[in-house]
Nanobody, 123 residues
Framework: QVQLQESGPGLEKPSQTLSLTCTVS??????????WSWIRQPPGKGLEWIGY???????AYSPTLKSRPSISRDTSKNQFTLQLSSVTPADTAVYYC???????????????WGQGTQVTVSS
């Protein structure tokens, strides 16, 4: 079974760039035909899709976040990363990586989830 685990700093100052890494085990980000996704959940709010990188390296992002997110991958380490620039306190959330089998960002259908990592943006 594919397993995912998020890692990265839990605290960021406003205007900085957040960087999170998802480590994949039990599968391959290149040979498993998934859309490797990032979503988040602010306190007291619902889930928000951020974007994905697929098995070929193609990316897509939520238009509500404008051009701030960037997703990349390291195939030798079986990892994919999220960078979110110019963060504000509104970016405080639990961040998850997950597998999307269809690429339509319908997260209720996501197959595998990481446990999530808390990120707090504060001065």
């Amino acid at each position: 079974q594919v397993q995912l685990q998020e890692s990265g700093p839990g605290l960021e100052k406003p205007s900085q760039t957040l960087s999170l890494t998802c480590t994949v085990s039990g599968g391959s980000i290149t040979t498993n035909y998934y859309y490797w996704s990032w979503i988040r959940q602010p306190p007291g709010k619902g889930l928000e899709w951020i974007g994905y990188i697929d098995y070929s390296g193609s990316t897509a992002y939520s238009p509500t976040l404008k051009s701030r997110p960037s997703i990349s991958r390291d195939t030798s380490k079986n990892q994919f990363t999220l960078q979110l620039s110019s963060v504000t306190p509104a970016d405080t959330a639990v961040y998850y990586c997950a597998t999307d089998p269809t690429g339509d960002s319908s997260y209720v259908n996501f197959g595998s989830w990481g446990q999530g990592t808390q990120v707090t943006v504060s001065s």
